[in-house]
């Protein structure tokens, strides 16, 4: 663990010094991302997600719930779990989420947590397909075994060499990281 | 790799466009949860059985108030998965109907913890007594028709009509009594004897019910159970009614049974266009034999057999 952080930060010294060196002619390279970024950039997509295109939901979802205390509504939510209506709502809220995903990383190949932090996903062959895209957002979808991936992405990712998800090694992708030098 | 500047007005696109996708999936959605969570701001659901009680889900008719036992069941286990409900109240105004359906529904409203009460109006008789009768507590206006425990199956039968109109029953049975009930031939002696016994059966199952349901002696329901009916303040007194009032005592038993202030709120199955214009044609019956009568003819066009009522 230790040995990839200092590989990591050894990356990094090396382009900024090369940066310094030579401000003119700027050179796009792409590296390894830092583990920081992505979960920075996963998280602003989770948070555009939730505040600007799951925003319908929310009147749906108010409308079921009978308060606004976490903890009633934690309560309703358990004892109404077997509801078709319930099932929908998260069912459809997910698929919308895989969507943002699946289509920024198709057109643009970043998402915008990811345009910020100058991170792309790349394949290993030859185009990015959608099934692969589909791959690596399925731990969004509300259902076992999926929902292991919430577990089991983070820990592959401190352990591979790329730091790759499972999700991400098994759809043949990564995500680099853009600099210029 | 595309200019930044251009990216950020695709990105601008594809969010607008997710955000559409969401919002028409929203609205298709919110359809379906007005039917499953109906009211769900109050704690005690109140659930109608109005008109004839019948099984079948698809009956209907266009001019006359049905009661599907499905959907009441349905209503029943919504309300009961419903932490927030603390009471159901079943608010009667029916003739009866089907057994099997009426049975149906008394064993659902048996089977739930929570408090019931069954609130008579105006009628609340025959199989609607059965229902009834399951609940927790009865209450009964002292003017309500409720009691009339009994089974009925009469029909009318055509077979001199059509003799008279020179038509024939052609008669083509590969089991002597397979069209038993038919009402274009004259009933037999030994088909007569034998639905009698299918009838003393039911209305023993009926009554038997009934005093289990009451904590009722069996042969003081058996005296009782002529088919006669009796009004609210009579049968508080045979023991079929454990309270005279209306939505007042209602809500005080409620409130006494659950510990904190009733909020009524209502659990009912949405209707259909042609459903709602029949309600307001609707005018409710005061004789008990119109249910009977709407059930057998609702039977007798289905399955163009007799059926059997309470």
């Given amino acids: 663990m230790l040995n990839k952080y200092a590989k990591s930060k050894q990356i990094n010294i090396k382009v900024r010094f090369m940066q310094f060196m030579n401000p003119a002619n700027k050179k796009i390279i792409f590296a390894q991302a830092s583990v920081l970024k992505r979960a920075a950039a996963f998280a602003i997509d989770i948070l555009t997600v939730n505040l600007i295109i799951l925003f319908p939901f929310d009147t749906v979802y108010r409308k079921i719930v009978p308060s606004d205390s976490f903890s009633e509504a934690f309560r309703f939510l358990s004892s109404n779990a077997n509801s078709t209506s319930i099932r929908i709502i998260i069912m459809s809220a997910s698929i919308v989420t895989i969507l943002y995903f699946v289509i920024f990383e198709k057109k643009l190949r970043q998402t915008p947590g990811k345009m910020l932090f100058r991170l792309y996903v790349k394949e290993e062959g030859k185009d990015l397909k959608y099934w692969q895209l589909f791959i690596r957002s399925m731990f969004l979808m509300p259902l076992f075994p999926f929902v292991l991936l919430w577990i089991i992405d983070p820990i592959v990712m401190l352990f591979t060499k790329d730091n790759q998800r499972l999700s991400e090694i098994l759809s043949r992708t990564k995500v680099v990281e853009e600099y210029k030098v | ?310």
């Fill in chain 2, 1 to 310: 790799m595309k200019p930044q500047k251009n990216k950020w007005w695709q990105a601008i696109k594809i969010i607008l466009g997710l955000a559409v996708l969401s919002f028409i999936l929203s609205i298709i959605i919110s359809m379906f949860i007005e039917d499953d969570f109906d009211g769900l701001d109050g704690n005690v659901a109140v659930i109608d059985i109005t008109g004839t009680i019948l099984a079948d889900e698809d009956v209907d008719f266009l001019f006359e108030d049905v009661t599907s036992s499905d959907d009441i069941i349905e209503l029943i286990k919504k309300a009961d998965r419903n932490n927030e409900i603390k009471a159901i109240v079943f608010k009667i105004n029916s003739p009866g109907g089907s057994a099997v359906a009426s049975e149906e529904i008394a064993n659902e409203i048996k089977k739930t913890n929570k408090t019931t009460v069954a609130w008579i109006r105006e009628i609340g008789t025959s199989g609607a007594y059965w229902i009834a009768s399951a609940s927790d507590h009865v209450i009964a206006n002292r003017m309500s028709i409720t009691g009339s425990i009994g089974v009925i199956a009469s029909y009318l039968g055509f077979s001199g009509f059509i003799s008279d109109h020179n038509v024939t029953y052609e008669r083509l049975v590969s089991g002597n009594l397979k069209d038993m009930g038919s009402p274009f031939k004259e009933m037999t002696q030994e088909e007569r004897i034998l639905f009698q016994k299918s009838l003393d059966s039911i209305h023993d199952y009926f009554v038997e019910e009934v005093a289990k349901n009451r904590n009722l002696k069996r042969r003081d329901v058996e005296k009782i159970a002529t088919g006669q009916f009796f009004i609210g303040a009579e049968a508080k007194e045979l023991g079929l009614v454990d309270e005279l009032g209306g939505r007042e005592e209602v809500i005080t038993y409620v409130e006494e049974k659950i510990g904190e202030e009733a909020d009524f709120t209502s659990y009912e199955t949405k209707k259909g266009f042609f459903e709602s214009l029949g309600k307001i044609f609707n005018e409710n019956s005061f004789y008990i034999g119109k249910g009977i009568g709407n059930s057998l003819f609702a039977k007798a066009k289905l399955k163009e057999s007799v059926s059997i009522s309470t």
